[in-house]
């Protein structure tokens, strides 16, 4: 039986990278109404000092981003988003706790945002207030569930848009926690179907992260499943998940890295996760500059590494990785 190591920092990612996909899928009246040509900028930093002290439930990711809107003025505006992760009764008044408070600091509407990824289908909170003595107060947010798509599952296997992969892997890990042979075979059609939508190279490289993240298999069916990709892609003559293989996240699960990375405190094992980090640089990309080994030789987190090694062997160049890592040690 496996359980689901991490479910957030997938989602933070997921989001990151696919935010206009993900309000397409599941906020379309929200993606609408935002100018997307003036780009979108992630307040991450921001929303952790506004809300440090407030009391958190156990949530998947939250995001704050600035957008402008698609009306011809010169308006911006805030999207707050709360990926929740487990039912707490506390929710509704959490986001509005922060929606004032985020208004509070910037003097800017605020649009709140709910995703509800537990298992409880009737659990749907969706507003906060109370009345007293003519004195009344209603906040209301739009949510989704994701319970809900499994009802429209095919939808989501015909769907273009990369978010439809986040929500069915996210479903399916729910459903196959307790059958290693079940989420093996989702596993392998989800990565299948990176391949049959036609994706680009680097939309792969991203959904398969996101999919192994979630999906983690033990060490066995993960060299099965190894064996089936490399069949795949040798038949079509592609070769990308596998280049990741290549790269050395084959070998470092062979060497027990990844549970290095996982469980280990001990200093050599995390010795080892910088020097696998830089390796990985070094073999794509020729060497590891200066400033990049500097600050990964001072990282002593192990799920830092795991997460940073991950992106060493996805990204497209060295710059890209600096920036990663200039942005991930900023929000830490």
Known sequence: MTEIADYDSPWKEAL?????????????????????ARGHEFLDKELQQITRDAELGRRLADKLVKVWLDDGSETWLLVHIEVQGQTDPAFAQRMYIYQYRIFDHYAREVVSLAVLGDETASWRPSSFGYTRWGCELRFRFPVVKLLDYWQTWSVLEESVNPFAVVIMAHL?????????????????????????????????????RFIDWLMALPQELEQALWQDIQAYEEAKRMTYVTSVERFGIQKGLEQGLEQGLEQGLQQGQIMRGREAILDVLETRFGSAPRDITRRVNQIADVALLKRLLRQAILV?????????????????
């Open 16 to 36: 990151e990278v696919y935010f206009p996909e993900f309000l397409a899928l599941c906020f379309p009246e929200v993606h609408a109404g935002i100018d997307w």
């Open 316 to 332: 497209a160049s060295s710059v890209e990785f600096a920036r990663l890592l200039t942005d991930t040690l900023s929000t830490e």
């Open 172 to 208: 399916q890990a729910q459903a196959t926690r307790c059958d290693d042979a079940e989420r093996k075979a989702w596993k392998w059609t989800l990565i299948r179907q990176l391949y049959e939508r036609g994706y680009a190279r680097q939309d792969i490289l991203q959904l398969f």
